[in-house]
């Protein structure tokens, strides 16, 4: 037993000092290899400010655009910047063409253009015995694609009469009663070659990004639908040593020889991308493509809501509180309190680091906004509040004589199913706010939510795990066996 709570002390040390690394002031942030992450509070809209943009419809003014498609475009722009962490986006559709998004904290109008502007529409189109070229832009038309070469064709130039009998060598002749008319002969516009389509990004089922072995250049990994499986390795399987185009919102990514057949439905997508290109293109691919295709008509940074005095009161009124919490729990339960107190630090480190440093694979960092600094606070109540259950629990086996250690574990283990349900019926109200919010727009709900349910999660940790590692090892070492220590 003691072995095993030597372990877990090592455990929790290990995370109380990589969360204070992360809750430092002035991070530096972590790169590793061609891994950067950028590792600070991130403020809302209501805190610092930041990005707001207009987007329509890049329709012609006399085409409709229905009411769906301009909601279907909303929510895919939510779920693009949702998945590029917890922003809190302020999103709202305004009229039946427009589309007004808010975003804390970023101030360049191209990187919000990049990361959910865009249409996202990928195809796959048969390019023959030709490669193409990067770059190239492209316009579908139907079920096949264009190709435009950049040239300009020129512009006929018309019919001259003239009776001048020097003619240019390029001048076509017309005798008529007489007269001489001369005009230029028009010159020949380019052909310009149709390519089909062979698949959308429709058949895509996930898309990841990877990196080369040997360069660590960032590549997009995708794997297809059932149905985009057999698509493509029927063709694939036909055109072996054919070039297959790959595009991107009207631009050729990449332009790869068929070297054998893809029977597997899983492929990889090369090309000159940064990091954060390849992460934005894998967020667009992800979430399909827009229904409509969109446009930036205004984009201008703004204010925050709430004024920076404001926000230091808060702030201040939090610090107290939490100044006031720990001498009571150090007052009335005394080294249990102290104790608890250490585990109350850990756990506001926990929390710090985590709205910083995101959880891998879920988010990348936290917003915090007004509501959601109200979530954290509710949720450190909380933390307390369980404590205090244990406690409670611990005096009442040690007034029924019960011997130290027993009445400790006793403690624990009866106060934990009121702990549980009460924290299980607190996630559930969380997960229903967070439901509302990311369904209805309401971002402010959403981020309580989250705010409040990592809290709780964490408190949990620290209240079940750090205590009790904590209280286990002061009686394994002996300090005090006076119950007046313990609160009694």
Known sequence: MRERNYMFLVGIIFLALVAGWIAMPDNPGLQ?????????????????GGLQVVLEADVPADQTVSSDSIDSAKQIIENRINALGVVEPQIQILGNRRILVQLPGLTNPDDAIRTFGSTGQLEFIDAGDTGLDAGVVVQTTGLSTVIVPGAVTPTPAPATPTRQPTVAPTAAITTTGGVTTTAPIT????????YRTVMTGRELKTASVAFQQTTNQPYIAFELT??????????????????????????VISSPVIKS?????????????????????????????????????????????LGRDSVNRSITAGAIGLVIVILFMLLYYRLPGLLADLALTIYALLILAIYKFGVPGVFDYVTLTLPGIAGFILSVGMAVDANILIFERMKEELRSQRPLYMAVEFGFQRAWPSIRDSNISTLITCAILLWFGLSFGASVVAGFALTLAIGVLVSLFTAIVVTRTFLRLVLDMNVTENLWWFGV
């Open 261 to 305: 057949a893809i029977t597997e439905g899983k492929g990889i997508i090369e090309g000159r991308f940064t990091l954060e290109e390849a992460k934005s293109l894998v967020l667009q691919l992800k979430y399909g493509a827009l229904p409509v295709p969109l446009k930036v008509i205004d984009s201008r940074a703004i204010g925050p809501t």
């Open 226 to 251: 059932p149905d985009g499986a057999k698509i493509f390795g029927d063709y694939t399987s036909k055109n072996v040593n054919k070039f297959l185009a790959i595009t991107l919102d009207k631009r």
């Open 187 to 194: 010159p020949t516009a380019p052909v310009t070659p149709t």
């Open 32 to 48: 590793i290899g061609p891994f950067k992450k950028d590792i600070r509070v991130h403020e809302g809209l209501d805190l610092q």
